[in-house]
């Protein structure tokens, strides 16, 4: 089955500073990639996502970029605030329609 | 556009009992998934749905846990006895299938075993 491994498991950034998150996987197959943002006690909220036939996708503040070849993509915030604060997960999408998770990063911004 | 909802928000049971968790998924979604989402770890997939036809339950524990969902709409997940080791986020998304990858999250059902 799938495996995603996500890094860092923790980021402090100072507020107006930028966030990255990286993420790699084991299964080539893999063709979807979401990333949700969960603050405490809510759902996690899909924020952004990138199909494998794209190398780059941006929303806003927002950014994610797909590396097929070497099976990791990552997660850029620009410009952090501090209600970007949360936990981030990734996510890689296999044909049989399952999400398999990474173990999340907390994003603390410092006001 | 109402969410996915999900209730109950909290429950707290004794080991040894039963306890059902109930899901309405987007209207129009025809996937529905049960995930299971421990303390500081990322949601875990337990049983996925395409209308009523329970498609992936390879990681359901079919000796405690069992799940339905009749009319290919709202679904219930249930445990039968509870362990401590259950307590945990019980989360439930839907899709609208037909090639769509987006999955949206209800707000949950945290579970407390004591």
């Known amino acids: 089955g799938e495996n995603v491994e996500q890094h860092p498991s923790t980021l402090s950034v100072q507020e107006g500073d930028s966030a990255v998150i990286k993420c790699t996987y084991s299964?080539?197959?893999?063709?979807?990639f979401p990333w949700y943002k969960q603050e405490l006690g809510k759902r996690p909220q899909l924020i952004i996502d990138i199909r494998s036939n794209v190398g780059e996708k941006k929303d806003q503040r927002i950014a994610v970029t797909l590396n097929k070849t070497a099976k990791h993509f990552s997660l850029h915030i620009t410009e952090t605030q501090p209600e970007d604060s949360a936990v981030y997960f990734c996510?890689?999408?296999?044909?049989?329609?399952?999400?398999?998770f990474g173990a999340g990063t907390t994003v603390t911004v410092r006001a | 556009e109402a969410g996915v909802v999900q209730s109950p928000r909290y429950k707290i049971i004794e080991k040894k009992q039963p306890v059902a968790f109930w899901c309405n998924p987007i209207?129009?979604?025809?996937?529905l998934y049960w995930y299971l989402q421990n303390l500081g770890q990322g949601p875990e997939l337990l049983i996925r749905y395409e209308n009523e036809e329970a498609v992936d339950d390879s990681q359901l524990p079919k000796d405690r846990f069992s799940a339905e969902r009749l009319k290919g709409v709202d679904s219930t997940l249930k445990i039968q006895p509870a362990e401590l080791g259950d307590s945990a986020v019980y989360l439930c998304?839907?899709?609208?299938?037909?090639?769509?990858?987006?999955?949206?999250f209800g707000p949950g059902t945290r579970l407390t075993v004591t």
């Open positions: 996510a890689a999408f296999v044909n049989d329609y399952k999400l398999s």
């Open positions: 299964d080539s197959a893999s063709n979807y």
């Open positions: 998304a839907s899709s609208s299938g037909s090639g769509s990858y987006e999955q949206y």
């Open positions: 209207s129009g979604h025809n996937t």
